[in-house]
């Protein structure tokens, strides 16, 4: 018998303010993870690859925007369209972060707290059924959240953690 997904408990029943809850959780250690950064860490390359933190935080708000944009067709019990053009999620990473590579760090930022708050707004609009149960709507919604935030927040503090063992010491 196959386990619960990452971030899912074992048992599926949930309802709407639970559901935020574990997306609130997951969101605030996100943000605990990039705090007090200043703009030059937030871009200086390394915390994925040749991401930065920005890049990071903007990939996030890519997945909350596509989010938003899919979960009201999937809530009508109808399929969110194929990105045609992207071929694989590598390629549409890779693309979505090219559009968005010029943007400063405080405009993500703002874009981040922007987004997410629609989400949030959203997900608080839409009938309880949608939570009660393991749906369509709640798996898209777990996988671009609450399943999402935290592998970011671990690679942000696995990149701070990395540039403070190589930080000569102060003094």
Known sequence: MKGPEPGEENHTSM???QLLNKIDKAWADLQESYAGLSGAE?????????????????????????????LPLIAAGETPPEDAGY?????????????????????????????????????QSVPEEHFTRETPFRRRLRFDTYSHYPAHARMIREWRAAREVLAPPAG
Do not use: C
């Not at 040749?50 to 990939?59: E, G, T």
């Not at 390629?91 to 400063?104: P, V």
């Not at 703002?110 to 987004?115: E, F, I, T």
């Open 15 to 17: 309802n709407s303010q």
């Open 42 to 70: 937030l871009v200086a390359p390394g915390a994925n690859g040749d991401w930065s933190v920005k890049d990071i935080l903007a990939h996030v708000t890519t997945w909350e925007e596509e989010t938003l944009r899919d």
């Open 87 to 123: 071929g694989s999620l590598d390629s549409f990473n890779a693309q979505k972060m090219a559009q968005k590579r010029d943007l400063a760090p405080e405009e993500v930022l703002r874009q981040l707290d922007a987004v997410h708050a629609r989400l949030r707004d959203y997900v």
